[in-house]
T-cell receptor, first 111, second 112 residues
Framework: GNSVTQMEGPVTLSEEAFLTINCTYTATGYPSLFWYVQYPGEGLQLLLKATKADDKGSNKGFEATYRKETTSFHLEKGSVQVSDSAVYFCALTGWNNRLAFGKGNQVVVIP | DAGITQSPRHKVTETGTPVTLRCHQTENHRYMYWYRQDPGHGLRLIHYSYGVKDTDKGEVSDGYSVSRSKTEDFLLTLESATSSQTSVYFC???????????FGSGTRLTVV
């Protein structure tokens, strides 16, 4: 079935640094792709999404482009802030009206 | 914000007791889901519903049951709680899966 793979391990970086979190997927058909963010003690929130190849989703300075040729949907932000410290999940539409989620990446931004 | 609430937010219960968690939505969305989140395991689907009285099992359904008698409510029951069910439980709703999910704030359950 459809699945996503996120890079292993937490990401620690300094404020104003460039952030990239890798997400690759395996899918049949044409899934929609998502990034969710989870701040400490809260539920997941939809950060951005893309529904077809070459679409770029963007929100709060974050961007991700749906790359069918490389089956990727990497999340990027040009200049992170301490407030961006959170867990980030990649997801795609799977079967039977469900989303398939990656394991998530903890991002820690140091002042 | 989307209307989805989970109750209770926190609960401590004893091993062997039944526990029911409630998810309530005011969005009239068709699909509802229960997940658990544990360190090292990410999100794991317990049960989901695609309409009133229509439910199905997810990947970790053993020891859990659900009911959906109204569009707005999706109940998760632990028939006899065990320590391995200590977790954070999230409910999610969706109108269409390609629109994505909206998540509740979670219930932190501790079984002692």
């Amino acid at each position: 079935g459809n699945s996503v793979t996120q890079m292993e391990g937490p990401v620690t970086l300094s404020e104003e640094a460039f952030l990239t979190i890798n997400c690759t997927y395996t899918a049949t058909g044409y899934p929609s792709l998502f990034w969710y963010v989870q701040y400490p003690g809260e539920g997941l929130q939809l950060l951005l999404k893309a529904t077809k190849a070459d679409d770029k989703g963007s929100n709060k300075g974050f961007e991700a482009t749906y790359r069918k040729e490389t089956t990727s949907f990497h999340l990027e932000k040009g200049s992170v802030q301490v407030s961006d410290s959170a867990v980030y999940f990649c997801a795609l539409t799977g079967w039977n009206n469900r989303l398939a989620f990656g394991k998530g990446n903890q991002v820690v931004v140091i002042p | 914000d989307a209307g989805i609430t989970q109750s209770p937010r926190h609960k401590v219960t004893e091993t062997g007791t039944p526990v029911t968690l409630r998810c309530h939505q005011t969005e009239n969305h068709r699909y509802m889901y229960w997940y658990r989140q544990d360190p090292g395991h990410g999100l794991r689907l317990i049960h989901y519903s695609y309409g009133v009285k229509d439910t199905d099992k997810g990947e970790v359904s053993d020891g859990y049951s659900v009911s959906r008698s109204k569009t707005e409510d999706f109940l998760l029951t632990l028939e006899s709680a065990t320590s391995s069910q200590t977790s954070v439980y999230f409910c999610a709703i969706s109108e269409r899966v390609d629109y994505g999910y909206t998540f509740g704030s979670g219930t932190r359950l501790t079984v002692v």
